[in-house]
């Protein structure tokens, strides 16, 4: 009967909780799933391409489907992860922590969620594996790894199913490639972000490190990261991402704290915390930009791995009521006030900048959207505070020449566009040029005019764009 009790008390926390995110709209890549074409074929065809995010048809349907997977998503954390008092611990914590909001409440980061439900679904039925691990996949790549933690149990040659499944099938080296490929991003990286080298280490510590923090508390949620935004797209944000600082050295210090109570695991027996912890490391690990698959940081990268953090700190604080309550209360707040940054799209991007106002591409796409409104003066204000955060970047400059041209400011246009040739990644060039050449055409046009003491003129503005 307690576990009936637990489990509703699970769904009834989720539905009070979420309960307003019914009232919300679209945001990001909602925008664009709301607005595509799509032909059904019946009913059973429309509801799914909905269930799996690749057509959003109504929002307040859709925000139902979201509050549905995560609250089952917590249930099964209670379930999978032993019935206990931990695991239930670890399911609240988990309900309430807002950084699960890229898959508790955005619409297109639904998969992520039911993806991991399906992994949780490997250690409640380990001998169904093999089922759970293919529709997991289906799903989204976050989950790819997780076989690994069966290491150290009884069910340890699960880890088998892996290589069988990437490796060994040719139907599935198909498949892998196009979920990297295609699904998950990787398409959109360049040859710095895809390349597997040893100094990659580097960043892949501090990333490490930063999920991890980011995991515990919270902080800078938001629909882009600061941290190491740009890296592997320009030699200054490669430089940093590579530096040897404190964030390397504190970040190695915990992967060596947690290999080696990965190694005592696996060789004499699990503690609660160490294999939280190694769960977070395992499912974590692809998204620690060894190889960047998509963008740098995203929080919903952290959903799945996510589940082993609130596991360990569960199991940390289980005999601390106070310490308990403050963690529950804290999330809570945190959650009821940072929730409304998915309200829709104009408040994805106000509620980032009020969580971190450097985040340089944030403020470009408040410009884009006040270029999009013709408001060109108020574009300009955004891609100049863009600009004070990150002068080097090519969007920011680029923008920034667009804007000054179509506000008369020859002069300065001029300047930023030189400065956005001078940031152009190698292998950005050729995308690039057209758009760059467009824009000097346009300039030299007015120039001529000027020089021919012509003082007005008028401008084609269909013919200049910005980018985000």
């Known amino acids: 009967m307690e576990i009936f009790q637990r489990l509703a008390l699970i769904l009834v926390v989720n539905l009070i909780v979420y309960y307003k995110t019914l009232f919300y709209g679209w945001v990001g890549d909602d925008v664009e799933r709301a607005n595509r074409k799509q032909e059904f074929n019946n009913i059973i065809h429309r509801w799914w391409l909905q269930f799996i995010s690749m057509k959003h048809i109504n929002s307040m349907n859709a925000h139902a489907i979201n509050i549905v997977v995560h609250a089952i998503c917590c249930c099964m954390i209670y379930l999978a992860l032993g019935r206990s008092n931990i695991s239930f611990l670890a399911a ?82 198909v498949t892998i490639h196009k979920k990297l490929w295609e699904t998950a991003g990787l398409k959109t990286t360049n040859t710095e972000m895809r390349a597997m080298k040893p100094k990659k280490l580097i960043v892949f510590l501090k990333t490490h490190l930063y999920y991890f923090v980011l995991a515990i508390f919270p902080f800078n949620l938001g629909i882009e990261h600061d941290y190491l935004r740009g890296f592997g797209t320009n030699a200054t944000d490669n430089k940093i991402g590579y530096k040897l600082d404190k964030l390397f050295y504190i970040g190695l210090t915990l992967a060596i704290f947690m290999a080696i109570s990965a190694i005592r695991g696996i060789v004499w027996g699990w503690q609660p915390w160490a294999w939280g912890i190694f769960w977070f490391s395992i499912n974590i690990a692809m998204w620690c930009n060894f190889i960047t698959i998509q963008q740098q940081i995203a929080e919903r990268y952290l959903y799945l791995a996510n589940i082993g953090i609130m596991y ?13 309550t403050a963690f529950l209360v804290g999330y809570l707040i945190r959650l009821w006030y940072v929730m409304d940054m998915y309200l829709n799209d104009y408040w994805a991007v106000e509620y980032s900048i009020m969580e971190s ?39 920011v400059l680029y923008n920034l020449a667009a804007t000054c041209f179509v506000l008369g400011d020859v002069v300065k246009a001029r300047d930023y566009l030189a400065k956005a040739r001078a940031n152009v990644y190698d292998e950005l060039e050729s995308e690039v040029k057209p758009a760059f050449d467009n824009l000097e055409a346009q300039i030299v046009v007015v120039e001529k005019a000027k020089a021919k003491g012509i003082t007005q003129m008028q401008i084609d503005l269909s013919k200049v764009m910005v980018v985000k």
Request: glycine letters at 6%; hydrophobic letters at 50%.
């Open 312 to 324: 360990a700190l569960a199991s940390i604080i289980i005999g601390y009521p106070i310490v308990i």
């Open 92 to 173: 609240m914590l988990f309900t309430l922590n807002p950084v699960n909001m890229q898959g508790s409440v955005w619409i297109s980061g639904r998969n992520y969620v039911t993806a991991s439900i399906f992994t949780l679904g490997m250690f409640l039925f380990p001998p169904l594996t093999w089922a759970f691990y293919m529709t997991s996949s289906y799903f989204a790549v976050s989950g790819w790894f997780a076989p690994l933690c069966f290491l150290g149990t009884k069910w340890w040659y699960m880890v088998g199913i892996i290589p069988i499944a990437w490796v060994l099938t040719n139907s599935n080296k």
């Open 357 to 395: 106002k450097k985040m340089h591409y944030v403020w470009l796409m408040r410009g884009v959207k006040k270029w999009v409104a013709r408001d060109h003066q108020g574009a300009l204000y955004d891609f100049n505070e863009a600009y004070q955060h990150k002068p080097y970047d090519l969007k």
